[in-house]
């Protein structure tokens, strides 16, 4: 073999190496966000859950979610095969209808101007992170506010997600929930 081929031979080995160390890092699945209005709209096709994200832009610990909770594959699997995911700026300026009502952001240029679907979904309690679920037919189901780690989290798309809810209460259906995340991380 000559010099000019184990060069080759080296960089084509060397570039399968990262290939297949890489790839994993590229194939992760993430969350499949999208638009509120998309999830209205798909869910009249094909009936799921609604989980909304009510964040804002200067919100750490919404960054936090994003950074570690929801890149999560546990997380992520449960959101995808359960859930329509919204990302919504609690703070947005566009006008969005939902149930024949038109909701605004009343002051769009002011700063810290709340939306007034956003003020809907929380109640009222405009806390960021918080997390809105809505069943197929979307009906209010539940807010979870603040920050929230894996295992939690996994607790709750659970329990809506697969309709646990419909049919055990919250305390029974934790006293017997078995975790999917690994044993460190399920703590």
């Excluded at 966000?33 to 909304?52: D, G, R, Y």
């Excluded at 594959?73 to 449960?78: A, F, K, Q, R, S």
């Excluded at 939306?115 to 929380?122: E, F, M, P, R, V």
């Excluded at 709750?156 to 997600?161: A, E, I, N, P, S």
Aim: glycine fraction near 2%.
């Amino acid at each position: 073999m000559t010099s000019a081929n184990k060069n080759q031979l080296t960089k084509l080995v060397l570039f399968l190496m990262i290939a297949i160390f890489a790839l994993p890092a590229i194939a992760q699945e993430k969350i499949k966000w999208i638009s509120f209005e998309e999830a209205v709209e798909l869910s009249e096709k094909k009936p799921k859950h609604i989980f909304i994200d009510v964040y804002t832009d200067w919100c750490g610990w919404c960054k936090k979610m994003d950074a570690s909770t929801f890149v999560d594959p546990v997380i992520v699997d449960l959101m995808n095969d359960h859930f329509y995911a919204v990302k919504f700026d609690a703070e947005q300026k566009d006008t969005i209808n939902f149930l024949d009502t038109d909701f605004v952001n009343p002051n769009p240029e002011g700063r810290r101007s709340s939306h007034q679907l956003a003020q809907a979904l929380l109640k009222g309690k405009m806390s960021y992170p918080s997390f809105v679920f809505l069943n197929a037919k979307k009906e209010w189901l539940t807010v979870l506010n603040g920050f929230t780690k894996s295992p939690d989290m996994e607790k709750v798309l659970t329990y809506f997600g697969e309709n646990v809810y419909e049919k055990q209460s919250w305390e029974d259906f934790t006293a017997s929930f078995e975790s999917k995340l690994p044993p460190a991380e399920s703590q």
